[in-house]
């Protein structure tokens, strides 16, 4: 996809001048783009100028420049995640054992934080199987109302944490602002697998799993297809999938929020292998461990013409590793619609809200995760 346009630099090569034309007059300022109404200031792709429109260039510039990222209400994320704290103490008292922790990414530069969910009565050593559960947004955190699944889970032996990487709300600016998407969050939310096995003996090493939903059904492939993972099995639920289409799909807006990332400062035509490497489509080649991938049709974030693209490469080319689904039309459940179709909880009572493409995923879920992990298994029993 990327060689072919490289191999066509007539089309591409003026689109990218007049853009990078437009990002230029912006910068210029109202002066600037004051003196840019006569013909001379912008080129059709045939050589011949045309008149520059100055609200089309305000309106299609996007920084490269880190100090122009989104800045978001910090005091307000952290007064939500506390909130958020609070529901969780309240919910898991005499539930599950509950309890927020914190470790060093093993890229050594920032704390993470993570909330911790076990059963009230463990196991002995290797006792419990465990997953790693990643969330969405590009900025955004865990949230009470994944609580029911949560729950679910520890029912079922499981242990499990949920990583705030890089880029998290609710943890102050500069948590926010180290975002590093498909960069190292993958390893803030991999170094959560080394806390358990060094925190906590009654977790099985050679039984963790990890599992996410949108950035992080894409934080989960990408740690998948590393080289080397102590990963035995993932679920991708609605996962971004690519970035360079995903960018052109969304238009400037979106494109603001990954230009301006420290470890990107640019578009995709501008850091190509940065976002190749950073898009699981790309990376299905090094697939080694089983996954699971659920996508919608009426996915109103992933849109399908997205997810799609992985559905097929999975089924094409890792058919014994890659369990897919596409549910068509599932019944919604937000603005985005057929992105949390499997997430659908009432606000109120924290209880499911079920659907049938909803018990279904989950249900395709629990056994596939059972089949890796076998969370019923409690080898400290037939230890001497």
């Known amino acids: 996809m990327i060689a072919s346009a490289a191999r066509r630099p007539g089309r591409s090569t003026h689109a990218f001048r007049r853009l990078l034309g437009l990002c230029l007059l912006v910068a210029l300022g109202p002066a600037g783009l004051a003196g840019q109404q006569t013909p001379g200031n912008g080129s059709n792709g045939s050589g011949t100028d045309v008149p520059m429109d100055p ?20 005091a307000r994320d952290t007064r939500e995640k506390a909130r958020i704290d609070s529901i969780y103490h309240a919910v898991t008292e005499g539930v599950v054992d509950f309890r927020r ?54 029912e079922r032996g499981y242990v499990v944490i949920t990583p705030e990487y890089r880029g998290s709300t609710g943890f102050g600016a500069e948590h926010h602002d180290a975002i590093d998407y498909g960069g190292f969050d993958v390893d803030d ?36 297809t590393r080289d080397r993972h102590p990963l035995r099995a993932g679920a991708a639920i609605v996962p971004v999938t690519n970035l360079i289409f995903r960018l052109s799909w969304k238009g400037p807006a979106y494109q603001r929020l990954f230009a301006t990332q420290r470890d990107l400062r640019g578009l995709p035509f501008e850091e190509r292998e940065e976002y190749v490497r950073r898009s699981p489509y790309y990376q299905v080649d090094n697939l080694r461990t089983p996954l699971l991938v659920h996508v919608a049709t009426n996915d109103r974030d992933v849109d399908f013409e997205e997810s799609s693209m992985l559905i097929h490469k999975l089924r094409a080319l890792k058919p014994d590793l890659g369990e897919t689904k596409i549910y068509v039309d599932p019944d919604g459940w937000g603005s985005t619609v057929g992105h949390s179709f499997s997430r659908r909880v009432d606000a109120n009572t924290l209880e499911r809200v079920d659907s049938p493409a909803q018990i279904d995923s989950w249900n395709r879920t629990w056994t596939f995760m059972e089949d890796h992990l076998r969370p019923y298994e409690d080898p400290s029993r037939t230890r001497p």
């Open 189 to 224: 939310v991999l170094t959560a697998y080394d806390w358990m096995v060094e925190n906590l003996p009654h977790v099985d090493p050679g039984r963790v799993g990890i599992m996410g939903w949108s950035h992080g059904g894409l934080i989960t492939i990408l740690a998948l």
């Open 101 to 154: 922790i914190t470790y060093r990414s093993r890229v050594g530069d920032l704390t993470i934080p993570a909330y911790l969910f076990q059963p009230l009565d463990r196991r002995g050593p290797h006792g419990h199987a465990a997953m790693i559960w990643v969330h969405g947004g590009v900025h955004g955190n865990w949230s009470h109302a994944a609580w029911p699944f949560v729950r679910e889970a520890v």
């Open 55 to 74: 609200i089309r260039a305000r309106d299609l510039y996007v920084s490269n420049r880190w100090e122009d990222h989104p800045v978001a209400d910090y």
